[in-house]
């Protein structure tokens, strides 16, 4: 994709997540104006960085290591983005993509259809290998922690 497609797809997301966070959780406008527009911006960063950068890896490594720089204690504007990013109710931005996704797979049913009953056995392992897999490291973690 281009950067005026990313960009156009950003401003959608943003809009899309300040209007969940309004209507789902009671959150003004502007207290959540400024913490979409900055996960927006080290989205789009992460964008630009990964079409610098010859490395093929996948676009949320770029988006998650950037993130924790500029949120890290030891970034100058940390405190300010953790702040900012808090007044967003993180289940607003999963009603959006639980939408988008909803509608991804309503536009290709016939293709979707075609992956037969497998898919489901198949979809019904990777989540629970997922959800086992974080239980494990959940424990490890609070054992370690104590």
């Not at 005026?4 to 207290?31: C, M, S, V």
């Not at 093929?56 to 490594?61: A, K, S």
């Not at 720089?69 to 990013?85: K, Q």
């Amino acid at each position: 994709m281009k950067l005026k497609e990313w960009a156009f797809l950003f401003g959608f997301i943003a809009i899309g997540i300040i209007t969940t966070n309004l209507i789902g959780y009671n959150t003004p406008i502007t207290d959540s104006l400024m913490g979409v527009l900055i996960l927006c911006s080290i989205a789009f960063i992460a964008v630009c960085v990964s079409k610098i950068i010859p490395l093929r890896l996948p676009m949320i490594i770029y988006c998650s290591i950037l993130g924790l720089l500029i949120a890290s204690p030891v970034s100058p504007i940390g405190d300010f983005v953790s702040d900012a990013a808090g007044n967003i109710d993180f289940k607003a931005p999963l009603t959006m993509v639980g939408a988008l996704a909803g509608i991804a797979i309503g536009a290709s049913v016939r293709e979707f259809t075609k992956l037969s009953w497998r898919i489901v056995v198949v979809a019904l392992v990777v989540m629970a290998s997922t959800f086992i897999g974080s239980v494990i490291i959940a424990q490890i973690v609070l054992n370690i922690t104590n």
